[in-house]
């Protein structure tokens, strides 16, 4: 019905060309362009799309307005976003250089949520600029402080209410953020009931539609829901603070990864931020 009023779904897989993006809507399939300043629309007619082997692997872009929940976003999260500091982005550099061929990469934080969001966020950024292509960040915290909520997408569809039975419910999830080739799958409306086993069943599906993917869950030890995609995951790294996580945590994570066969695994140890 919406289609037929002209609301088309478009599939986050958009190529684009000069500015001018093409796709597909995800409910009557109809061939979608997206002029700059425009909304998505079908194609006119008496033109016709010509799909070629380099957009197989299309970017993603977005035009936030101003009175879009992303352009009302604190400053610090534009600082991740679009421009992170100097020290600390020199250190995430370094780790996504040494990603390997690792595609799936699973943060899972034993410290605080703003913690955790904030190196997210940076590891994302750094991915990007140093692999290139498409990333999505998936909020799999079960909880309704991480990074879905920091980018607006609290109480939206997510995690929490996709099928199994249905890749593309995934994909009608997600968000565009404002950094252009990245794409957030939040927490979803009731977090607490996420399954993140449903996320590790369609990777396959979504890897072949992303160049990487991160999530962002809580520490592996303290929820055997977590285990799922930790086990389906490339590369796992622990996320801690200094002198605040509390070694019997990393010691529960060390357990966990062992006697769940899960590998390989890192540590990121961060130090606090003094006004935390």
Not at 75 to 101: F, K, M, N, T
Not at 121 to 150: N, S
Not at 175 to 184: K, T
Not at 218 to 241: F, K, M, P
Request: hydrophobic share 45%; glycine share 8%; net charge positive.
């Amino acid at each position: 019905m919406l289609c037929r009023w002209g609301y088309h779904r478009a599939d986050p897989a958009a190529a684009w060309n000069g500015g001018i993006g093409f796709s597909r809507c995800l409910g009557c399939g109809a061939e979608l362009v997206q002029r700059p300043g425009t909304r998505w629309a079908r194609v006119p007619r008496g033109y016709a799309v010509v799909w070629r082997p380099a957009a197989e692997r299309p970017a993603l872009t977005c035009s936030a307005s101003s009175s879009s929940p992303i352009a009302r976003l604190s400053q610090r999260l534009r600082d991740h976003l679009h421009a992170p500091i100097e020290q600390p982005s020199r250190r995430y550099r370094y780790l996504a250089r040494r990603l390997g061929d690792a595609r799936t990469i699973l943060l899972s934080a034993l410290c605080e949520a703003d913690a955790a969001n904030d190196v997210l966020l940076l590891l994302a950024a750094m991915v990007q600029q140093e692999q290139g292509g498409r990333v999505l960040l998936v909020d799999a915290t079960l909880a309704d402080d991480g990074v879905g909520a920091l980018l607006g997408a609290d109480k939206q569809p997510g995690l929490s209410d996709i099928r199994t039975d249905d890749p593309w419910s995934a994909v009608e999830a997600m968000r565009l953020l404002a950094r252009p080739d990245m794409v957030l799958l939040g927490a979803g409306l009731n977090p607490a009931a996420g399954r993140p086993e449903r996320i590790a069943a369609m990777l396959p599906f979504l890897a072949d539609r992303f160049d990487h993917i991160l999530i962002q869950q809580r520490g592996i030890g303290s929820d055997s829901r977590n285990l799922a995609l930790a086990r389906a995951a490339d590369l796992v790294w622990t996320l801690a603070e200094e002198g605040r996580s509390p070694m019997a945590r990393l010691h529960e994570a060390r357990d966990a990864f062992r006697a769940h066969g899960i590998a390989p695994a890192g540590l990121i140890l961060t130090v606090p931020a003094h006004d935390r």
